[in-house]
């Protein structure tokens, strides 16, 4: 079975967005947050990969992932706000395999055999991975005011278990608390009866990784279908599951049965038209060729899926879960400040191995912790936890511990530096103590200012001797 990789590298996500840089080209360490999924596919086998993108970022991804093994195609879209992951795949050509959808957001070590062999083994129509929901919330920089707007709707998820494999599921549904209407979830009786155990959990996440069956992409792009996958197309695959066909079938079988025989050789003779907008008509057929059957018209493939196959197991939409997030495994999807934060604090392991050294199962990060362009005076401590990109300046007796530091960084005499992270042409003046803070691309951090477990957005400029903890500090709120 062919599988096509694709990447969704769109601009700016609504989380992401006071970072005032798009998020494929986020720092994670001394990446560019794209650069993990790349390499992720890079590591699990993939020697070429689709990527879409806007015209004016595909130079800056190109740079960001040139030292990943892996041919690229980039696919430009529109530079607008609702076009959406569908509308990129109807850009795909039909080859009839299936396609392997990633977020450039996701960073994980996942095996990815395992989440290929669950699509394949069940016969799955879509496959998808769900991981733990948790964010580590201690000591987010910012306050509770960043943060508040940019907790996600909980996905509550029922499902049931797969044979096989404990880690593999049938997804019976998946409603987002927003739309959860009167505090209730109702399933048919059919389907209580179908399944002997219904698990519902509130403590996992759709990260965006997606297997989709051929025959979907071919329904997406015959119907040309536009906006979200997952908001708009996934609830409706995995409501058609068990929708009862008996209806429109017995309709079929009826008319036939009470036309005269003149009428029926007739409909022998000429089969009814094929109705290509209906999804069960693409899964039938899919089915149907997959078995070998011959393909005549909707009735034959209804009849023979009827005898090969229960009718409500045509579409299926199973799930990868990936809920035991230890030191050794992750997936985190980058789709807010809280999650970036993470992401970079995860690369303050000592322990955790430069790229060169990544075994195939573990998240690799980056060659050299001190960019050997970085001009670093004599008397100066960085810790073994920390990272210092290329062309930085660190200047007479200053400490930098557990933190990372990006591109064209100036950093004068007597700065202390803890559990921070520095984006790209940051300045910071002499006496300065930084401690838990975030601070965006080209802010000033002029003498002796404390600041701690605070947000410093970007082009931004601090007055000598201020002093902040837990602050937001945003373009009304600055002194210049």
Same mark, same amino acid.
């Given at each position: ?71 690229? *195609? ?177 309709? #079929? ?179 300065? #103590? ?13 003498? *002796? ?32």
């Amino acid at each position: 079975m062919e599988l096509q990789a694709v990447v969704m590298a769109g601009t700016y996500g609504d989380g992401t967005s006071d970072l005032s840089v798009a998020k494929p080209l986020l720092p994670i360490g001394k990446k560019k947050l794209i650069w993990y999924p790349i390499n992720w596919l890079s590591q699990s086998g993939f020697d070429h990969v689709i990527i879409f993108t806007i015209d004016s970022m595909r130079f800056d991804i190109e740079e960001a992932i040139s030292d990943v093994q892996i041919q690229t *195609k980039f696919i430009t879209i529109p530079d607008r706000d609702n076009f959406g992951t569908l509308d990129s795949l109807c850009l795909l050509e039909q080859t009839g395999g299936d396609v392997l959808v990633v977020n450039c957001d996701l960073i994980t070590n996942v095996q990815l055999h395992k989440f290929v062999d669950i699509h394949r083994l069940h016969d799955s129509s879509v496959t998808m991975l769900l991981s733990s929901n948790k964010e580590n919330k201690d000591n987010l920089p910012g306050g509770k005011a960043l943060h508040e707007g940019q907790e996600r709707d909980l996905d509550i998820i029922g499902m049931a278990s797969l044979k096989g494999d404990e880690n593999a599921k049938r997804i019976i549904f998946a409603i987002d608390e927003f739309d959860l209407q009167d505090g209730n979830v109702r399933t048919k009786r059919e389907i209580s009866l179908k399944f002997n155990k219904i698990e519902t959990r509130i403590d996992l996440e759709d990260v965006h990784l997606y297997i989709i069956s051929g025959w979907i992409l071919k329904y997406i792009l015959q119907q040309k279908l536009e906006g979200s996958f997952r908001r708009d197309l996934l609830p409706f695959i995995i409501s058609k599951q068990f929708d009862n066909q008996d209806k429109d079938d017995d309709d #079929v079988m009826k008319s036939t049965n009470s036309s005269s025989d003149d009428d029926d050789q007739q409909q022998h003779e000429q089969p009814r038209e094929q109705d290509n907008t209906d999804i069960y008509f693409h899964a039938r057929a899919s089915l149907a060729e997959r078995r070998g059957d011959v393909i005549v018209d909707d009735v034959n493939i209804s009849t023979h899926c009827n005898k090969s196959r229960g009718r409500d197991d045509v579409i299926t939409c199973n799930a990868m879960i990936n809920d035991d997030v230890t030191d050794e495994t992750t997936t985190l999807c980058v789709n807010n400040i809280a999650r970036f934060v993470q992401a970079n604090r995860m690369l303050f392991r000592a322990d955790l191995p430069p790229a060169s050294e990544t075994s195939d199962n573990s998240p690799a990060t980056t060659t050299t912790k001190i960019h050997p362009s970085c001009q670093i005076a004599t008397k100066v401590t960085i810790t073994s936890e920390s990272m210092v990109d290329e062309r930085t300046e660190v200047n007479e007796k200053t400490t930098i511990k557990r933190s990372i530091i990006g591109k064209n960084c100036k950093i004068a005499s007597n700065v202390r530096i803890s559990n921070c992270i520095l984006m790209d042409h940051v300045s910071i003046a002499s006496g300065c #103590v930084l401690q838990g803070t975030v601070i965006c691309s080209n802010a000033t951090i002029h003498e *002796k200012c404390e600041i701690r477990d605070s947000f410093i957005a970007s082009n931004k400029s601090i007055k000598p001797n201020s002093k902040f903890t837990r602050e937001s500090l945003m373009l009304e709120e600055m002194e210049i």
